[in-house]
């Protein structure tokens, strides 16, 4: 049989069995690229929010080291570590956060409860809605600091006043994500949940919570931030104790390293705050698939 004599298809067939090398380099390429390629941001760091912190501390220490930052106007790591050290000798340093412990925490408490009711009230019932929803995003738009005078004016400048304006700076946040995660519920489960009879406390329990538990875990992580930042502001007016009181009593010493401490001792605590939630959210909402994960 002459080579002329055989069919088109087997000469085709002996080209798509040659190897890669023995193909024309210009017009065939092998792909070398993963098959399965993760669009995400990648794997979870370990201790991932503490390194942006430990990068500034780095760039601080640098900056104090190499006298490129003023001590008088911000004082070196070594010194404010020094002189926390010396505040914790006499006692000062832990007296005064107890004390701003106790009110940041009463206030994050009441403000969490308060927050919560309202965001009941206000996501399953439309009067509700009409009736709260509005003055809550009027208190949405004016900061706390604003109040302050009224506060000051309606409660003096004792623990009362500095409780509720901690309370204020909480429960909106609280309320916002938690009325929002409410609303977001998928309607789906509504309607399950009516074929099936379920009574109203039954629905709430097991429909409702589960679904706004998302929207109030993350309110709750501003609401932690919330107490923190209003205590800074309320312990500084007239106060007698506190990490606020100490800090603008250094002011008037001038006494840099001191005020250092103090902010660096608010970021701390803020921090671990905001890093106890994120815990608790991971850990409850484990159930999710998310880009994060």
Known sequence: M???????????????DATPTERDPDTTRVDVRPLHRRLGPGDRIRFGSFLGVLVLLVVWSAGSALGLIDQRILSAPWTVFTTAGDLIADGRLQQNLAISAQRAFLGL????????????????SRWGEALLDGPIQ???AIPSLALLPLLI????IGETMKVVTITLGVFVPIYIHTHNGLRSIDSRYVELAETVGLRHWAFIRK???PGALPGFLLGLRFAVTGAWLSLVVVEQINSTSGIGYMM????????????????VLYGLLGLLSDGAVRLVQRRALSWRRTLAD
């Open 248 to 263: 603008e009593l250094a002011r008037t010493y001038g006494q840099t390293e001191i005020i250092i401490v103090g902010l």
């Open 138 to 140: 009027v208190k949405r």
């Open 109 to 124: 408490g009441i403000g969490i409860v308060l927050g919560t009711i309202l965001a009941l009230v206000s996501g399953l």
């Open 2 to 16: 002459s080579a002329s004599s055989v069919p088109a298809t087997a000469t085709q067939d002996t080209t798509h």
């Open 207 to 209: 429909v409702v919570l």
């Open 153 to 156: 004016l309606w409660a003096g």
